[in-house]
């Protein structure tokens, strides 16, 4: 996906069900990429499945379901990053999934809007029950649509001072197509960055998949940082409607003081606006309020583009089996075990 003169283009490949994501993007308030039919065929290609389904009544509500064997346990359903639920709302949903469960033992749903303690107390009063996130609570998002004046506005000073410094250091930035030259080049900043800061990513060949599927969707754009002629910094950002995500970086570290990942972000968030593109989620950072959480540096870099981070809804479980409250208890362990088994992660 990507837009020319202010609007947004879809493409049309083998792996988009156009009718699809028109649904997702006209119900969910906030559609996210993996309610798009690029990211079920991104799942799809591997241990999970991803079916579309409707889980309204008086209206239209497509969800994309996935579902995979977790063993001892039997099928899990996850309902990964839905928008558009009131409390309201929330007794019907519930009543559709129990009615369309399959074998499932448990179905996960993880909502992609800011932390709302009514619908929090919604889901609770229908049966839900607090669960592992598989998805980030915590993000920073730039509004795109105001254009660069109001973006460069809303950056905290030290931001809009590193842009500067970056500038004078000479380092220049720009979208790159996907050639196998530019991929080994990002995988190498991706592995530099993950052996520099212990950062979890998943194998190669699941990253060359998502790059690849998006990208030929014209949801996924590559983007380059250089100084002297050597690339210093990249980043992968993926589309879906008039939002965007920062979904893969990675940066040499050699000479930190080039700025070079600042710089690299301002030239993705003017593009994005040119595009249309209206949302920008930087993705995960830790919680605000817990200093001593991982990732300090990590939320000093992205929150410096706004004023605000966000808090998304908790993770929630039903229950369709016994052995579903063993699963929500133990998940963590599972979980860990399989990545530490694998080098992966299970989701």
């Not at 499932?104 to 996130?133: C, M, N």
């Not at 060949?205 to 940082?225: E, K, S």
């Not at 070079?260 to 605000?288: C, T």
Request: with cysteine.
């Amino acid at each position: 996906m990507s837009g020319d003169g202010g609007t947004v283009r879809t493409a049309q490949t083998e792996n988009v069900s156009v009718e699809w994501d028109d649904r997702v993007l006209a119900t969910h308030t906030s559609p996210h990429f993996m309610q798009s039919s690029t990211w079920g065929s991104v799942r799809s290609d591997g241990p999970w499945h991803a079916s579309q389904r409707g889980f309204g009544t008086e209206c239209d509500y497509p969800v994309l379901v996935f579902e995979r064997h977790a063993e001892g346990f039997g099928t899990l359903q996850h309902l990964a990053r839905v928008s558009g639920l009131a409390p309201d709302d929330v007794a019907q949903l519930t009543e559709r999934i129990r009615a369309d469960r399959g074998t499932a033992f448990a179905t996960k749903i993880e909502v992609y809007q800011p932390r709302d303690e009514r619908l929090v107390a919604a889901f609770e009063s229908h049966g839900w029950l607090p669960t592992r996130a598989s998805q980030y609570r915590y993000a920073v998002v730039v509004e795109t649509a105001g254009g660069e004046e109001r973006i460069l506005a809303g950056m905290k000073k030290r931001a809009r001072n590193e842009i500067r410094i970056a500038e004078r250091n000479g380092v220049v930035t720009g979208r790159v197509p996907l050639t196998d030259e530019n991929r080994r080049c990002m995988l190498g900043l991706v592995r530099e960055t993950e052996e520099r800061s212990g950062a979890f990513f998943r194998p190669t060949a699941y990253l060359d998949r998502v790059w690849q599927t998006f990208v030929d969707d014209d949801r996924g754009r590559l983007y380059f940082a250089w100084h002297d002629g050597r690339v210093v910094a990249g980043a992968f950002v993926t589309l879906f409607g008039r939002s965007a995500w920062f979904k893969d970086g990675g940066s040499l570290r050699d000479q930190p003081q080039l700025m070079a990942s600042r710089l690299l972000q301002w030239a993705i968030m003017r593009d994005l606006a040119a595009s249309g593109i209206e949302r920008y989620d930087l993705g995960h950072v830790p919680p605000p309020a817990e200093p001593e959480a991982p990732g300090q540096g990590v939320l000093t870099f992205k929150s410096a583009f706004t004023s605000d981070v966000i808090e998304y809804m908790p993770a929630f479980q039903l229950s369709h089996a016994d052995r579903a409250e063993e699963w929500r208890l133990g998940e963590s362990g599972f979980v860990a075990r399989y990545r530490e088994r694998t080098g992966d992660d299970w989701y």
